[in-house]
């Protein structure tokens, strides 16, 4: 008799995306008539920077002719974006990160999810923020790390709360964890950490002999000089700190597939008996194992982001997105609403001081608007609604005229 792995059976009936999209199916079948505006999902809207577009095209054309076609190619990632990634994203900030740390994969969502495979699934102790990426939580218990779902909370894991009163930046735990998911800046909340804030993270680590799992995903978007982009900018994070990016946002890469993880070389994780394994070459094992790599077109046109060209037109891109977040933004304040990101990161998180899920039926019940409930992404988050910037300057000018209607009647 074949049975499942019942880990499964403990996550929530649906993810929360799935939710959100029933929902505003639902309503468009119902309401044909009135065109919806999504500002819910992180999804890009703009076409790809123009350097990128070319040499996807080059990269495409190169696979017509036998003397450039190109089959399988390196599991880990062509070795001409691997340095040009180390040189532009690690080493002209002063981390010492080396080409042949770098994985490059389809996703950092497939990376986050995939990356806990290569630790122990038991005896391990989860340090999560709340509200949460749903990623960092869902494959956690899908492995069998948690306990069962008491009151939305999975027994298993430490729940690093992150509300209005620490400014949505938790605090180190003061008990110990052996697996931390940090997200800077935050998805969902916008929030960005500190140098000290994140330096206090790596001293925690270290005592604890515990990894850090740093999402980067966002650091594109920081506007603030004195904002870390990177986990490695903090001294020792190298020795218990994984980071994970991605092209999706920055060169509007959600279609196209494109991400990439760092493990550093001195980074060490332990057996049953406490003898001390690099986790580099076991992530290099899973990664080769799991996976064939990211085509070379793909890979082409992600290299050309670190060209003079594509630094300007992704830079160009940002500052598009990171416009309409302040237009949301101000809108929102000047709505009366408590906001925080929108500065440094295309989110805007708002407090609705309502339920979550009542709110969003009202915005897309009376405004056509998509946002994204806070309870989605954890109990903290109930209360709160994230609006992406992800969007067009009309289709975001449009949402906030229809918002600011119905929540000023």
């Given at each position: 008799m074949i049975r499942i792995n019942?880990?499964?059976?403990?996550?929530?009936?649906?993810?929360?995306?799935?939710?959100?999209?029933?929902?505003?199916?639902?309503?468009?079948?119902?309401?044909?008539?009135?065109?919806?505006?999504?500002?819910?999902?992180?999804?890009?809207?703009?076409?790809?920077?123009?350097?990128?577009?070319?040499?996807?095209?080059?990269?495409?054309?190169?696979?017509?002719?036998?003397?450039?076609?190109?089959?399988?190619?390196?599991?880990?990632g062509y070795a001409f974006l691997r340095e040009a990634i180390a040189k532009h994203d690690f080493q002209a900030r002063g981390c010492a990160i080396a080409a042949d740390e770098i994985f490059v994969s389809d996703g950092s969502k497939c990376d986050c999810g995939n990356i806990q495979e290569i630790f122990a699934t038991e005896g391990i102790q989860l340090a999560i923020p709340d509200p949460v990426y749903?990623?960092?939580?869902?494959?956690?218990?899908?492995?069998?790390?948690?306990?069962?779902?008491?009151?939305?909370?999975?027994?298993?894991?430490?729940?690093?709360?992150?509300?209005?009163?620490?400014?949505?930046?938790?605090?180190?735990?003061?008990?110990?964890?052996?697996?931390?998911?940090?997200?800077?800046?935050?998805n969902p909340t916008g929030a960005v950490a500190t140098r000290e804030q994140l330096a206090a993270w790596v001293a925690y680590a270290k005592a604890n002999k515990a990894i850090i799992l740093f999402d980067a995903a966002y650091e594109a978007f920081i506007q603030n000089p004195d904002i870390p982009h990177s986990i490695y900018e903090i001294p020792g994070a190298d020795e218990c700190a994984i980071e994970f990016r991605s092209f999706s946002k920055n060169a509007g890469f959600t279609g196209t597939r494109c991400a990439f993880t760092v493990v550093p070389k001195k980074l060490q994780a332990f057996d049953a008996a406490g003898n001390a394994h690099a986790v580099h070459p076991l992530w290099n094992r899973r990664h080769t194992t799991k996976f064939n790599g990211v085509s070379y077109p793909v890979q082409k046109a992600a290299a050309a982001v670190y060209t003079e060209a594509g630094q300007a037109q992704t830079k160009a891109l940002v500052a598009f997105y990171m416009a309409n977040a302040k237009l949301i933004k101000d809108t929102m304040t000047g709505l009366g609403y408590s906001c925080i990101g929108g500065d440094n990161a295309p989110y805007i998180w708002i407090n609705t001081g309502t339920d979550s899920w009542a709110f969003f039926d009202k915005l897309l019940n009376e405004a056509q608007v998509v946002c994204t409930p806070g309870a989605g992404f954890g109990s903290c988050g109930e209360g709160h609604v994230r609006i992406s910037a992800f969007n067009s300057r009309e289709n975001v000018e449009k949402a906030l005229a229809r918002i600011t209607a119905v929540l000023k009647k």
């Open positions: 019942e880990n499964y059976l403990k996550l929530k009936a649906s993810y929360l995306f799935s939710d959100i999209a029933k929902r505003v199916n639902a309503f468009t079948a119902a309401n044909p008539d009135k065109p919806v505006i999504r500002l819910g999902i992180g999804d890009v809207t703009e076409p790809l920077p123009q350097a990128c577009l070319e040499a996807f095209h080059a990269g495409v054309d190169e696979m017509a002719a036998r003397a450039t076609f190109k089959g399988y190619g390196p599991e880990q749903p990623v960092y939580v869902d494959t956690n218990v899908m492995a069998g790390r948690t306990g069962a779902n008491l009151d939305g909370r999975y027994k298993g894991i430490t729940y690093l709360d992150s509300t209005p009163a620490n400014g949505y930046v938790p605090a180190v735990p003061a008990t110990a964890s052996d697996l931390i998911y940090l997200c800077f800046p935050n």
